[in-house]
């Protein structure tokens, strides 16, 4: 199964786009790439500029901020089948958190091509 038959099927088992059509699932599938991470690595940055949605395939992210105090405060533990940065994404296109993988995790990146 390819990367984008795979990101078809998740958006269908999971629910996430339940108002498409499959038209609409198609293109979404055709602008959707996996990226993997190893525990511990940096998915995104806080302060970093938002340029596309990022889903949980798999794996485990914590969302952590850093406070005044340069101390790191973990705000969320999101498992797998579930978007991350969706607000930003919305908002002020800024990450207001950092995300860092806590085990092995990858990563459905849908860009906004067309």
């Known amino acids: ?3 984008k ?4 099927m998740l958006y ?3 629910g996430s786009f339940p108002l498409l059509t499959k038209q609409e699932l198609d293109l979404v599938a055709a602008n959707t790439y996996e990226i993997r991470y190893k ?5 995104f940055k806080e302060h970093s ?4 949605l990022l889903f949980i395939q798999d794996g485990l992210v914590k969302i952590v901020r850093e406070n005044n105090n340069k101390q790191t405060i973990i705000v969320r533990i999101m498992p797998a089948a579930n978007f991350v940065g969706l607000m930003s994404l ?4 800024v990450y207001d ?3 860092v993988a806590i085990e ?3 990563i459905l990146t849908i860009h906004n091509d067309t």
């Not at 038959?5 to 078809?8: C, I, L, N, V």
């Not at 525990?39 to 998915?43: H, L, V, W």
């Not at 919305?90 to 296109?93: E, H, S």
């Open 104 to 106: 092995p995790t990858t």
């Open 90 to 93: 919305l908002g002020n296109r």
């Open 49 to 52: 500029l938002t340029s596309h």
């Open 5 to 8: 038959e795979q990101a078809r």
């Open 39 to 43: 525990p511990g690595d940096i998915i």
């Open 12 to 14: 269908d088992l999971h």
């Open 97 to 99: 958190f950092t995300a």
């Open 1 to 3: 199964m390819t990367a």
